[in-house]
Nanobody
Framework: QVQLVESGGGSVEVGGSLRLSCAAS?????MGWFRQAPGKEREEDVA?????????YYADSVNGRFTISQDNDKNTVYLQMNNLKPEDTAMYYCAGSAGVLRPLARADYNVWGQGTQVTVSS
């Protein structure tokens, strides 16, 4: 059973940066970052990476500010978040998908971490 452990969350001011880490017992074919703001449903993935070829995909809301990357030696995926905004405040979850095709929905992911909280204050 693959296990995912997120870390790196915290509280920052508007415009600040954080780097989230997702340590995996084994990287899935696809790894994604999701978030869930207080009182809202979990968003579809905000960033996805193909761990086989390194292709990355971003939601419009974070494109240009967030960067997803991987370290295969450490079985870890990162989410570098720059120029943070109050609307980025959420619990951030790492997830893995074993599918061959790029996952397009939460249901396409078969393993999840417990989440790490990010709070952006103005």
């Amino acid at each position: 059973q693959v296990q995912l452990v997120e870390s790196g969350g915290g509280s920052v001011e508007v415009g600040g940066s954080l780097r989230l880490s997702c340590a995996a017992s084994k990287l899935s074919r696809w790894m994604g970052w999701f978030r869930q703001a207080p009182g809202k449903e979990r968003e579809e993935d905000v960033a996805v990476i193909s761990t086989r070829i390194g292709s990355t995909y971003y939601a419009d809301s974070v494109n240009g500010r967030f960067t997803i990357s991987q370290d295969n030696d450490k079985n870890t995926v990162y989410l570098q978040m720059n120029n943070l905004k109050p609307e980025d405040t959420a619990m951030y979850y790492c997830a893995g998908s074993a599918g061959v095709l790029r996952p397009l929905a939460r249901a396409d992911y078969n393993v999840w971490g417990q989440g790490t909280q990010v709070t952006v204050s103005s």
